[in-house]
């Protein structure tokens, strides 16, 4: 089992697409 997950989302500015790689922590993947 991880503990950290990296998950890359994609950030809509309004003026631009961003990808962002984060780590998910384990109290963020347990909500899920």
């Known amino acids: ?3 950290e ?3 890359e989302y994609t950030v809509d ?3 631009q697409r961003v990808k962002r790689k984060i ?3 384990r109290c ?3 909500e899920e």
């Open 5 to 7: 997950d990296v998950v």
């Open 28 to 30: 963020e993947k347990n």
């Open 13 to 15: 500015t309004g003026t």
């Open 23 to 25: 780590k998910k922590t």
């Open 1 to 3: 089992d991880k503990t």
